[in-house]
């Protein structure tokens, strides 16, 4: 059998079609590199703030959790922590938030022919608790507390 001549238009029909075949994967690694930036921007967010606000925390705490104490001494350390926990709670629903898309995209980045869902905004601390907090770093000690009450 003899094979067909190879035409002009022959050739170019066969480097498109070679070229479609090849831009699938070439775009499908493309999008897997992007998500996998967004993912690695999201966790170096929560490294950034869990270790500063970490150590602010830790400050904060006066009495640490391995103390073996009466039980009032105790209970007032469970007292305090609970207070210092209701403090942070924008800090630690922010940290959820960007683990939470950092997740996302990292099973995104591993299926980039998958749909991914619509980022949803991240949550802003209120501005009376970026006060406090910008007193406190600020040296009022009271800022926090202050906060906690009001």
């Not at 922010?94 to 980045?109: D, S, T």
């Amino acid at each position: 059998m003899r094979l067909p001549r190879l035409t002009t238009r022959r050739l170019m029909l066969i480097v498109a079609g070679a070229a479609v075949l090849m831009a699938g994967p070439a775009k499908l690694w493309q999008r897997s590199m992007r998500f996998e930036g967004l993912a690695l921007a999201h966790r170096e967010e929560i490294g950034s703030l869990q270790f500063s606000d970490l150590e602010l925390y830790l400050a904060l705490c006066s009495v640490q959790a391995g103390h073996e104490g009466t039980p009032a001494e105790r209970r007032r350390f469970l007292e305090e922590f609970e207070r210092y926990d209701r403090v942070f709670l924008p800090l630690r629903t922010f940290c959820e938030y960007h683990a939470g898309q950092a997740m996302k995209y990292e099973a995104a980045a591993a299926r980039p022919w998958s749909s991914v869902a619509t980022d949803t905004p991240p949550p802003r601390p209120t501005v009376a608790y970026l006060k406090a907090i910008r007193a406190w770093m600020n040296g009022d000690f009271r800022a926090l507390a202050a906060y906690d009450r009001g």
